[in-house]
C-alpha cells in the first residue's frame, strides 16, 4: 500500500493525457505555450472567475505573492506555525519578519481569535493556511485584516476546490477569499501535475498583472524589465496535463470524502484517537487524513506496527516550524505554541487517495485500532 497511488489514477485518464502532450510536443511552444492560457482560463472559470496567474510551484506562488504586495524589510505577516515550511519560509527569504499564530486543535487552522493579539504597527500581512484541505475560518479573519488594513494571502496548497461558506450565505472557493490565493501542482497534491506547479488567483486585475510580471523576470514586454523579478513558470506539458486533470478534479475530490466518511465510519468509538473535524463553514477536500492520537498512545510505536502490517503512515508536521533550526532566529522556545507543539506530537496520516478501495481502508483501520488499543 502507498500513501498516494498516482499511477492508478494515471492509467485512467492515460489516453487523455497523451493525446494531449502529443498536441503539445507537435507545437514546439514548450514554454508560455496555448496550453498553459488555456489552464489558466479553465483554472478560473473553476474558481468562479479569480484571476490565475501559473508559475513554477506553490512555494513560487507564494513568494510571487508577498514581492506583488507593497511591503518592506522588517513588515511582518502572521502565519501559523504547524504547516509546511514553503509558507513561512519565503516571508524571511524576503526579509520580512513571520510572526506565529498558535492554531485551533481541532481543525488544525490558524486560531482566529489568537490573531489580534499579535498585530502591530508593522503587521501588513495575515497568511493563513487551509491545511490538509479544509479553510481557516476566513469570514472572521478578513474582518480582522479590514479593521487593520491588512492584506490576505491565503495557502491553498493543500485546499483546491474547497468552499467556504460565509455567514450571509455566500460560498467561496479556498484561495479566492484573500487578496491572493497560492497553490501548488506538486504531483501528490489533489490537482497535482508531473513535475512542479503551482499558481496564484488574484481578484484584482492590477495585482494580477504585478504578479505575471514578476514570475517573468520582471517583464511584460520582451528584454524590457519593470522590475527585479524572477523566473517561475509552469511548462506547456504541465499544463496540457492539468487541463485533462482539472476536468476530473471534483470527481477526485468525492473520491477522497468518500474514502474520508469510510475511515471515519471504521474508526468510530475508538478512544484513542480523534478523526479529522471538518469545521462547519468549509467543506474539507482531505488533501490529507489526519487523526489525533491521545497522549497516552506511542505513535513511533503505531506507526512500526502499521509498517508491519505493510500500511504506510507519515506524520505532517513532526516538529512545529518555531521550534526548526531554520527559524531558531526567531527566539522562539517550547511552549510558545502549545497547540502546534501537541499536534506535532499527537497527529497521524494514513493512505489518503483516489484510488483507495474498501479492502484497503478496511485493512487501515484494522491494523490501525489493534495498534492503539495495545498501548
Ligand atoms: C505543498 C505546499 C507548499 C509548497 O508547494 P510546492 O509546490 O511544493 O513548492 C506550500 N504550502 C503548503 C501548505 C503546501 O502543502
Redesign the pocket.
Known amino acids: 500500500m502507498q500513501m498516494v497511488d498516482l499511477h492508478n489514477q494515471y492509467l485512467k485518464i492515460r489516453d487523455e493525457v497523451e493525446a494531449a502532450w502529443a498536441e503539445v510536443m507537435d507545437s514546439g511552444a514548450f514554454i508560455r505555450g496555448k496550453a498553459v492560457k488555456e489552464f489558466e482560463e479553465n483554472l478560473s472559470r473553476y474558481l468562479g472567475g479569480s484571476r490565475v496567474v501559473t508559475c513554477g510551484?506553490?512555494?513560487?506562488?507564494?513568494q510571487i505573492a508577498l514581492m506583488a504586495l507593497d511591503l518592506h524589510p522588517g513588515d511582518e505577516v502572521i502565519t501559523p506555525p504547524f504547516?509546511?515550511i514553503?509558507?513561512a519560509e519565503v516571508i524571511a527569504l524576503l526579509g520580512l519578519k513571520p510572526v506565529f499564530v498558535d492554531v485551533e486543535e481541532r481543525t488544525f487552522t490558524l486560531d482566529v481569535d489568537k490573531v489580534e493579539a499579535a498585530i502591530t504597527p508593522r503587521t501588513k500581512v495575515i497568511l493563513p493556511?487551509?491545511?490538509f484541505g479544509q479553510c481557516a475560518d476566513m469570514e472572521p479573519l478578513l474582518e480582522i485584516a479590514r479593521r487593520h488594513n491588512l492584506y490576505v494571502v491565503e495557502?491553498a496548497?493543500?485546499a483546491i476546490g474547497a468552499t467556504y461558506t460565509f455567514s450571509d450565505g455566500t460560498v467561496r472557493m479556498a484561495g479566492t477569499m484573500g487578496h491572493i490565493g497560492?497553490t501548488?501542482?506538486?504531483p501528490s497534491?489533489n490537482l497535482g501535475c508531473f513535475g512542479?506547479?503551482?499558481a496564484l488567483f488574484i481578484q484584482d486585475e492590477k495585482l494580477a498583472g504585478e504578479a505575471a510580471c514578476i514570475a517573468n523576470h520582471g517583464s511584460v514586454q520582451k528584454y524590457h524589465h519593470e522590475r527585479i523579478g524572477i523566473n517561475s513558470r509552469l511548462d506547456s506539458l504541465q499544463a496540457a496535463l492539468l487541463n485533462v486533470k482539472l476536468r476530473y478534479l471534483d470527481e477526485y475530490i468525492r473520491a477522497r470524502q468518500t474514502a474520508a466518511a469510510k475511515y471515519n465510519q471504521l474508526l468510530a468509538g475508538c478512544d484513542q484517537l480523534t478523526v479529522p473535524q471538518v469545521a462547519p463553514h468549509s467543506t474539507h477536500v482531505y488533501?490529507q487524513y489526519t487523526l489525533r492520537l491521545a497522549n497516552s498512545v506511542d505513535r513511533v510505536q503505531v506507526q512500526a506496527e502499521l509498517k508491519a502490517a505493510g500500511i504506510p503512515s507519515m506524520v505532517y508536521y513532526p516538529v512545529s516550524l518555531h521550534l526548526q533550526p531554520a527559524f531558531a532566529f526567531l527566539g522562539h522556545q517550547r511552549g510558545d505554541f502549545p497547540v502546534a507543539e501537541h499536534l506535532a506530537d499527537t497527529v497521524l496520516s494514513l493512505p489518503m487517495h483516489t484510488e483507495l478501495t474498501d479492502e484497503m481502508q478496511e485493512t487501515v483501520a484494522k491494523a490501525l485500532l489493534a495498534a492503539v488499543n495495545k498501548g
Open positions: 510551484n506553490g512555494t513560487d506562488a507564494l504547516t509546511f514553503a509558507t493556511v487551509h491545511l495557502d496548497c493543500q497560492c501548488s501542482f506538486f497534491k512542479d506547479g503551482g488533501h
